[in-house]
């Protein structure tokens, strides 16, 4: 590790012996049950690994397993990996069902998924991410979590600024940092540190904040993140928001440090901006093509016992079910609007993988469930054996949806080829 990190975190911290001492430790695990699909109580029954509680979110645990990908149930978004100290900038936030919320540097999407849940699936929720490597990766992610009320976006923050002013009740600005509270987890940044990119990182971060706070309504809350102890990226950027913009109080910062609390290092700090009159708003309607609108509906009285409600939209061959309000999307690359239902290929209608992870298990009627050994072929990409239902089926694992299959002398796999576990 480079001296002159060491010397900057010795003036940070009076027990900075502890703080280099566990460096040597190994890093804190956690995972975020998904309430979108299931209760922590109930997950605590078929947990495949033992469950601590985390201090900043109820639905976090800490955990010991170091592969907590490999199982089933996350593949069936039962469970987002996230490390616990990242866990306590959304409970900041507060965000409730039925407000426009926005997720400004969202990839790869566990505080966005974070946010989805306090939801409940109620609002508009924008999730954003500008490196459009990253935002694919966060696309995935809000499918398998089965976030159905979700617009991802891959913009630069100034695009939306220009077109959504003082729009968003909430937004969220974790921010590109140093990354000082990875060096355990990540020993790439310990590796690239350098004073000179925290000093970027500082004025980087400055100009996301500006553009959200031009996004942020009257009465709005911000909350900025980092996982970084940088003073340089933390308390003085926001002392310089209350300072940039006096229309924002700050009413609550919290750093979190490794030798001090269970988790691996976190900043986060709430603004509130002061009330005031709304700009008004028309969202616009959106046409849906009505042949794919039709195809589905008749695809659905197979496959659902109870199909979502909401208003559909056609983007290109692909149907959507729609978040509860839409804003002008013509210009900006949009990866998602809503929950993806399927797309049109020729006459037919092919459902998408995001429909049978994005509905509630209990209202898929055509649910084939398979042993454990076939749902590991299923994930390797394999054809399984057939199921006694004949076309479309949603392909399950202890009744959890993974993915869907097609149903004839075998099931035919499509499960989606980036998925697939090597």
Known sequence: MNE???????????????????LSQPPYRGIRVNTLKISPDAFREIAPFALAPAAWEPNGFLISEEKPGKYFYHDAGLYYVQEPSAMCAVPLLGARPGERVLDLCSAP??????????MQGKGLLVLNEKMPDRAKVLLQNVERMGVANAVVTCAEPSELAARLPAFFDRILVDAPCSGEGMLRKEPAAAENWSEENVFMCAERQKKILESAIA???????LVYSTCTFAPEEDEANADWLVRAFPELTCTEQKKIYPHRERGEGHFAARFIKEDGARAPFRAPKLPADRAAVAAYRAFAGDFLRRPPEGT????????????????PLGGLRVLRCGLQLGTMEGRRFVPA???????????????????????????????????????????????????????????????PKGLRRP
């Open 215 to 221: 996004m942020l309504a009257p009465g709005g809350t």
């Open 312 to 327: 559909f939209a056609s983007f290109g061959n692909s149907l959507c079910l729609l978040p509860g309000e839409v804003f």
């Open 4 to 22: 002159r990190y060491f010397e900057r975190m010795r003036a940070q911290l009076s027990d900075f012996a502890a703080y280099r001492a566990c």
């Open 353 to 415: 993988h995001a429909l049978a992870l994005g509905v509630p298990r209990q209202d898929i009627a055509a649910l084939c469930n398979y042993p454990q050994e076939d749902i590991a072929r299923y994930l390797h990409g394999e054809e399984l054996p057939a199921a006694e239902l004949r076309g479309w089926c949603a392909v399950a694992y202890e009744g959890w949806p993974l993915g869907l299959g097609k149903s004839s002398a075998s099931m035919k796999n499509h499960y």
């Open 109 to 118: 999407g566990g505080k966005g998924t974070q946010i989805a849940q306090a």
